[in-house]
């Protein structure tokens, strides 16, 4: 197994709501108002687990520049983490 999937399954799995995150992505582009609302976790603590997700590779940001309304996926790495976990 590569080094950066198991570094990402670590990160996933120390932490509930980044696994929540990580999974509301799946298959779908969503702004982090919608994560919020789809998994019940704050909006403040939504974008931190995005800025640490991505970080990390898990997830990308699709409108870097724009200051609302990003939309964030995930990414192949995100998607081997969740195939692990």
Known sequence: MEKELIKGIAIIQ????REK???D???KIKTPSKISKSTNIS???VSRYLKQLKEENLVVCLNED????RLYKITEL???VLNYL
């Open 14 to 17: 120390r932490s509930k709501c």
């Open 21 to 23: 995150v990580l999974k």
């Open 25 to 27: 992505l799946k298959n």
């Open 43 to 45: 909006i403040h603590h």
């Open 66 to 69: 724009f200051k609302q309304g």
């Open 78 to 80: 995100g998607e081997d």
